[in-house]
């Protein structure tokens, strides 16, 4: 049974002030050192996306970012990690997180990274969409790009909103989230919401904990040294998947922060991983 933590700043959301309400969604100011932190990741998956043979920037639509990156194993049967970035739906891009698939691909993973057009130039709607269509060509196309194996989606933060509901598409057998946003509606009362401008409807269609529950295999993970909002939504949402008899597990990383708690798929022994690799012999 998981500690209780610390208390949910959502409980009395009705009191706190504006800047009290930004706060409780800060990651970068949670955590002291997250802007050495990224740079590292920046620098590194610079360096690992320039120096491999790897099939980058395949086009899924018309867009600019609507493009895949392709980390093909050496096996073209090899179970397909898909990794989708986050950036609170209006930071990054998939090429800052090329490091991430160092350790699958050591662990005979092929790994695959979807762009998506960022808010506000995209809705949460669109950018669903998006996501959704990239799933449909790495479908049609996979096989032709050494990336037929069965796939498992994950995401990062908003990455992880968007891998559990990702977790619908008939492409997808299994899904990881880690650290993610899953409930929709407080973001609305902050300063996210200046680019997101989330609609009632996409806070009822878009929140995985208000969705019922798919009933292929997902982990919840998430760091322990997190934002309280992020780990009782990702306490919550496992838990209302267990209730339902949805399977899949919860993994808290001990001690690790919002940005560190990626570490745990990046190595080859991270936990993180080693449970990717467990659904990868639960679905083959």
Not at 20 to 26: G, H, L, P, T, V
Not at 43 to 68: C, H, I, N
């Given at each position: 049974?998981?500690?209780?933590g ?10 706190l002030?504006?800047?009290?309400r ?7 100011a949670?955590?002291l ?8 990741r920046n ?15 395949r ?7 609507q493009?895949?990156d ?8 090899a ?22 698939a ?5 662990r ?5 990274m979807?762009?998506?057009t ?8 669109q950018i669903v969409?998006?996501?959704?269509a990239?799933?449909?060509w ?5 096989a032709?790009?050494s990336?037929?194996?069965p ?7 908003a ?12 492409h997808?057998?299994?899904g990881?989230?880690i650290?993610?946003?899953y409930e929709?509606?407080p973001l609305?009362?902050?300063g ?7 609609t ?7 929140s ?12 919840v ?10 780990i ?8 209302i ?6 399977p899949?597990?919860l ?16 190595e ?17």
């Amino acid at each position: 049974m998981n500690a209780p933590g610390p208390a949910d700043p959502r409980e009395r959301w009705g009191e706190l002030t504006k800047e009290e309400r930004d706060a409780a969604y800060d990651n970068n100011a949670a955590a002291l050192d997250s802007a050495a932190l990224a740079a590292a990741r920046n620098e590194a998956s610079a360096d690992f996306r320039a120096r491999g043979d790897w099939r980058l920037d395949r086009p899924y639509g018309p867009g600019l970012s609507q493009k895949w990156d392709i980390y093909p194993a050496a096996d073209p049967h090899a179970p397909l990690l898909i990794f989708i970035h986050g950036g609170y739906w209006q930071r990054n891009s998939r090429g800052l997180f090329a490091i991430m698939a160092e350790g699958a691909l050591a662990r005979g993973m092929t790994v695959a990274m979807p762009g998506y057009t960022l808010a506000p130039a995209a809705t949460m709607t669109q950018i669903v969409a998006e996501i959704d269509a990239a799933l449909d060509w790495l479908a049609r196309e996979g096989a032709a790009q050494s990336a037929g194996g069965p796939a498992i989606v994950s995401g990062w933060s908003a990455g992880a909103q968007l891998a559990a509901l990702a977790l619908d598409h008939p492409h997808v057998r299994a899904g990881v989230g880690i650290s993610g946003v899953y409930e929709l509606g407080p973001l609305r009362d902050t300063g996210l919401n200046d680019a997101l401008k989330l609609t009632a409807e996409e806070v009822s269609h878009f929140s995985p904990l208000r969705l019922p529950p798919t009933a292929k295999p997902f982990v919840v993970a998430y760091g322990g040294a997190e934002l309280p909002a992020l780990i009782h939504d990702s306490r919550r949402l496992h838990a209302i998947r267990s209730a339902a008899q949805a399977p899949g597990w919860l993994i808290p990383v001990a001690g690790a922060n919002h940005f560190t708690a990626l570490d745990a798929l990046r190595e080859p022994n991270g936990e993180i991983l080693g449970a990717i690799l467990a659904l990868a012999e639960f679905v083959k």
